[in-house]
């Protein structure tokens, strides 16, 4: 499907094809065209950083260590969630920085449980309180499955989140959060809630992206359709990370271009148009992660290939234990 991608140049022409007016904000100055994009540019016009630190099953007392490397490092992007139990860790760290909280992009998830109108905003000032800020860059549905306080799903608000959405609507207006999203959404589900009246469309769907699991129709449907990816588990789950890195056709070009096989599948990402997460709580790895390179076109299709031409593997999957066919 991807055969006809040509490196960066002709995909970020690709992303932008319909709102020319971003691609000349989506790069921080320091890089040409030519190169991976630092940024990519919301629909509000905010530009969020192609590169985050996922903090997902960060060990406590680490998760606060990894936060400083990340932004020591040259990270300005801490993807967390209300369900890691770490937003206060997280915060601590970011207040103990010597980085302004309007440089860091945080975001963080509404968990299941609380989609009802009347939690939502019980449960961001939570999180706003652990992180210590009083906004939050962006805000996401974390699954797309309502859960009621005792656990049983809550069929109306799973089938139709606008509610759950209106509200997140509200709190944009209120200054608490300033882009909203989705997480886990494919494109039936996106299709239900973007078929209303919505003010504010989903800017972001983070979803898990990676070789095994490569999701090229989602990625092409939504950059048709201005929401941008993101990709977590980018090396694959963590019981896959290894089998990832000895891919064959990664470990060629990381030999190739002298650079490692994780930053060969990071690159990779940010160049089909995704933001990625790359979790880590190691200072070496953090550092590893943040360093990509724009992958020579014969490179980036080979692996675009090889990931896509072998059945699709889905590592995360909740779907039995809430009795949700979620990806349907």
């Known amino acids: 499907m991807y055969a006809s991608f040509y490196g960066i140049r002709r995909l970020t022409q690709s992303i932008y094809t319909h709102n020319p007016l971003r691609l000349k904000n989506c790069y921080s100055s320091?890089?040409?065209?030519?190169?991976?994009?630092?940024?990519?540019?919301?629909?509000?016009g905010d530009k969020i950083p192609s590169i985050a630190l996922g903090v997902w099953r960060s060990e406590p007392g680490k998760v606060g260590e990894a936060v400083k490397t990340a932004l020591n490092a040259g990270y300005r992007h801490i993807d967390g969630?209300?369900?890691y139990g770490n937003e206060a860790e997280v915060g601590r760290a970011i207040q103990e920085s010597t980085i302004p909280r309007e440089q860091i992009w945080l975001?963080?998830?509404?968990?299941n449980t609380f989609?009802?109108?009347?939690?939502?905003?019980?449960t961001l000032d939570e999180s706003l309180a652990k992180l210590g800020t009083d906004y939050i860059d962006l805000y996401l549905i974390h699954w797309p499955v309502a859960l009621k306080k005792n656990q049983d799903v809550n069929w109306e608000l799973t089938e139709n989140p606008y509610p759950t959405w209106r509200k997140m609507e509200e709190l944009v207006e209120k200054g608490k959060i300033r882009n909203i999203g989705v997480s886990n959404f494919n494109t039936r589900r996106l299709q239900n809630l973007t078929g209303n009246p919505l003010k504010i469309r989903p800017a972001v769907n983070q979803v898990e992206l990676n070789f095994w699991f490569p999701q090229p129709d989602l990625l092409k449907w939504s950059r048709?359709?201005?929401i941008l990816l993101e990709a977590?588990?980018?090396l694959g789950s963590a019981e896959r990370v290894g089998q990832s890195l000895s891919v064959p056709e990664v470990k060629e070009i990381a030999k190739e271009l002298g650079i490692t096989p994780a930053q060969v599948l990071i690159s990779w990402h940010i160049q089909r148009g995704a933001v990625v997460l790359p979790k880590s709580v190691t200072p070496s790895r953090v550092e590893e992660n943040h360093h990509v390179v724009s992958l020579p076109p014969a490179a980036f299709e080979k692996l675009e290939k090889a990931a896509t031409s072998h059945e699709p593997q889905r590592g995360s999957d909740p779907s039995k234990r809430w009795g949700v066919d979620i990806f349907n």
């Open 224 to 226: 048709d359709n201005d």
């Open 30 to 44: 320091h890089r040409n065209i030519s190169s991976l994009p630092t940024h990519f540019t919301l629909p509000s």
């Open 107 to 111: 975001t963080s998830k509404l968990w």
């Open 232 to 234: 977590y588990s980018p």
């Open 81 to 83: 969630a209300w369900i």
């Open 115 to 122: 989609h009802a109108p009347e939690d939502i905003e019980t």
